[in-house]
């Protein structure tokens, strides 16, 4: 005798939700809806709960692996989704043209205003320099960021402060060995620089040299 198989009468029967594999995808894409599961924790859930990090990969939110991964998108990309009917394009497209806005008068100051040559570095006396790269957040009016190199509590330079900018580091220390040959000994980051200069990920710090 054949078995019959009990049928849901209900019309609220849960609904499947498609599957996400752990590749790119773009921001204006279905991501945020489809079901992943962590290959490291077993979680599974919704893509909008492992919402990515800074870099665009998607954290699980009980064992922080990468489930997948998101291109954050640039104006074109948010242009065309807004062209497109895109709600969330259509919402965020002038606040991403007023932030790219206000980051190119950023830069345009920066590059007026950033060590470049040996002439903006002061005479300075002893046999062995030991400088500070130290960090200044929401300084003034404005709410600046400055990074500052010091030498003991001497104010040496300050310029406009990236976020996980350590390729300014070894620029600036490599002008700091040109100016001061070899009575320069170490650049060295505080403490309290540390996050700004990684962007928050220590781990980078084994690649980078004081000397």
Excluded at 20 to 44: A, V
């Amino acid at each position: 005798m054949r078995t019959l198989r009990r049928r849901c009468r209900s019309t609220k029967c849960p609904r499947q939700l498609p599957v996400g594999e752990k590749r790119l995808y773009p921001w204006f894409s279905n991501w945020k809806i489809l079901q992943f599961t962590c290959e490291h924790c077993g979680w599974t859930g919704k893509g909008e709960l492992a919402f990515p990090n800074e870099i665009g990969a998607m954290e699980c939110p009980r064992c922080d692996h990468a489930v997948a991964y998101v291109q954050f998108p640039n104006l074109r990309d948010m242009e065309q989704a807004a062209a497109e009917g895109n709600p969330e394009a259509i919402q965020d497209l002038p606040k991403k043209r007023e932030w790219i806005k206000r980051m190119e008068a950023r830069m345009n100051r920066f590059w007026s205003n950033h060590l470049h040559d040996l002439d903006q570095l002061p005479e300075l006396e002893g046999e062995s320099l030991e400088f500070r790269w130290d960090i200044a957040v929401r300084v003034g009016d404005e709410c600046e960021d400055f990074q500052i190199i010091k030498i003991g509590e001497r104010e040496v330079w300050r310029e406009l402060a990236f976020w996980d900018n350590m390729v300014r580091f070894n620029e600036i220390k490599g002008l700091l060995k040109q100016k001061y040959g070899t009575r320069f000994k170490s650049l060295t980051p505080t403490d309290g620089s540390l996050d700004f200069l990684t962007g928050d990920h220590y781990f980078k710090l084994r690649t980078l040299s004081w000397t």
